[in-house]
């Protein structure tokens, strides 16, 4: 179950979330996306991995993931518990106590972003909470009080906004000019509150909205797509593919394609895929 937060969380937050039950694979990859996301775990261990040239670590209290430039491949447990938090590209900023772009492509547990004390003290609380309704109360509450005033987050929230909105097709010199501020300035401040420049991010919108129009089940016009969204020819498309997912297009229609086989309807279908 998941619910939207209430003022002002609703400007940084997507959802908050409660996920319990047994995974559809134990192993699933996220494709880069513009999106960042806070965990906290209330059942084994998560195991994630950043990346192919890094080793899966794991996670026993939770993570916190500022959006990511590659793909994230998670491994979970045979029943997993948890609630957590689908933040917008710029939400977990007001609650780091440092940049995001320390942490970008590298998941830290909740413990090094909160602390123990109050990690394990907001565990126990959801952990004993009345029912999935009650723990979202709680996480709500809990990030109300950590709600802290950030510098920049105005310019880099609004910015993003007409980014998402055009899908990422949008000139970033436009951006900064109507914004009234420098290149530099714009940058650094994409880089403390998002993690990356307001270009990446442009291209991740852009990559994003073109994934999530490929229907696998329907004959795919890889070339008339690449085209409809802007890339320069198909080699540069597939290049992004890679870069954002670790796959090529071909392979990452299979993998959908198995999904939708051998989970049809399953909720996740659509961008989490099987890795294992």
Request: hydrophobic share 40%; glycine share 8%; proline share 9%.
């Amino acid at each position: 179950m998941s619910r939207v937060p209430r003022p002002p969380l609703d400007g940084l937050i997507d959802d908050l979330y409660y996920l319990e039950g047994a995974p559809p694979y134990a192993r699933l990859m996220l494709p880069a996306s513009p999106a960042a996301f806070l965990i906290v775990n209330l059942g084994a261990p998560l195991r994630i991995r950043a990346g192919t040239d890094i080793a899966a670590a794991e996670y026993a209290d939770g993570c916190v993931v500022t959006m990511p430039t590659r793909a994230l491949d998670f491994g979970y447990p045979p029943r997993t518990r948890s609630v957590g938090v689908h933040f917008k590209p710029w939400g977990p900023a007001p609650f780091l106590a440092m940049p995001a772009a320390e942490l970008c492509d590298r998941p830290v547990t909740l413990e090094q972003v909160w602390g123990r004390p109050a990690t394990a003290e907001l565990r126990d609380r959801l952990a004993s909470a009345d029912g999935p309704h009650a723990m979202l109360t709680l996480l709500e509450q809990e990030l109300t009080r950590r709600l802290r005033e950030t510098a920049g987050l105005g310019l880099v929230r609004h910015t993003s906004g007409i980014i998402a909105a055009t899908g990422g097709a949008v000139v970033i010199d436009d951006l900064r000019a109507s914004a009234g501020v420098s290149s530099t300035h714009l940058a650094q401040r994409f880089k403390q509150l998002v993690g990356v420049t307001p270009k990446r991010l442009a291209r991740t919108y852009r990559f994003t909205t073109t994934m999530l129009a490929i229907n696998p089940a329907e004959p795919i016009d890889w070339a008339g797509l690449a085209a409809g969204a802007g890339y320069f020819d198909q080699a540069h498309f597939g290049h992004e593919f890679r870069a954002f997912t670790g796959l090529t297009p071909t392979r990452y229609a299979e993998v959908r394609r198995r999904f939708q086989r051998e989970h049809p309807g399953h909720v996740l279908d659509g961008w989490p895929l099987p890795a294992d």
